[in-house]
């Protein structure tokens, strides 16, 4: 959604009207997972955190919001309660498994269930699609240069570069700023 500032005012305007209302927004404005997701500073964020910000006040990375008002939908921050810790509020996944030691580290759409997430990769192996390599066991770069020892680079994060590719990459950037330079004495 592209929240502009007459959206944002008409937003903010229903909820300080009654702030103990769930305020609710058309059906369009909601993705297929029920979310509404708006982009602020190239970055995008769900707007009920972004309101939150607005009209209460800033949150930690590790704060997460969970609504209590029981109205689908719902964007009006004052009827969430903000949980410490980064800790998912609720303790079972949506296919009843419960949570506790069965966590895995939170994906852009949230905490994720160990048990689903391998019962899912097990059903596309079994359907023969392919579910991709450990990049830990390629043994070779996109371009098929082989990850041997002289030509592989470790970088700052600790991933395996190909020399190859660095150095092609490298002479383009090069050939790309005289190309400018030439283009714009």
């Known amino acids: 959604?592209?929240?502009?500032?007459?959206?944002?005012?008409?937003?903010?305007?229903?909820?300080?009207?009654?702030?103990?209302?769930?305020?609710?927004?058309?059906d369009h404005a909601?993705?297929?997972e029920?979310?509404?997701?708006?982009?602020?500073?190239?970055?995008?964020?769900?707007l009920h955190r972004h309101l939150y910000t607005l009209i209460?006040?800033?949150l930690t990375d590790t704060q997460r919001m969970h609504d209590t008002s029981g109205v689908e939908g719902n964007v009006n921050p004052y009827l969430f309660t903000v949980v410490e810790g980064g800790r998912s509020p609720s303790t079972h996944c949506p296919n009843d498994h419960p949570y506790?030691?069965?966590e895995m580290p939170p994906n852009s759409r949230?905490?994720?269930?160990?048990?689903?997430?391998?019962?899912?990769?097990?059903?596309?192996?079994?359907?023969?699609?392919?579910?991709g390599t450990p990049n830990s066991e390629k043994t070779e770069c996109p371009q098929r240069h082989p990850y041997s020892e002289e030509n592989t680079l470790i970088d700052s994060a600790g991933r395996r570069r190909c020399r190859i590719c660095k150095k092609a990459q490298a002479r383009a950037y090069v050939e790309r700023q005289r190309d400018l330079r030439k283009a714009n004495p």
């Open 1 to 26: 959604m592209i929240l502009t500032k007459e959206i944002q005012k008409q937003i903010i305007d229903a909820i300080e009207a009654d702030t103990a209302a769930a305020v609710v927004l058309p």
């Open 30 to 32: 909601y993705s297929k």
């Open 34 to 46: 029920g979310r509404v997701l708006v982009v602020i500073d190239g970055l995008a964020i769900d």
């Open 56 to 58: 209460i006040g800033p």
């Open 100 to 102: 506790a030691g069965n």
């Open 110 to 131: 949230g905490y994720r269930c160990r048990l689903c997430y391998e019962a899912a990769l097990q059903r596309q192996r079994e359907q023969g699609e392919d579910v």
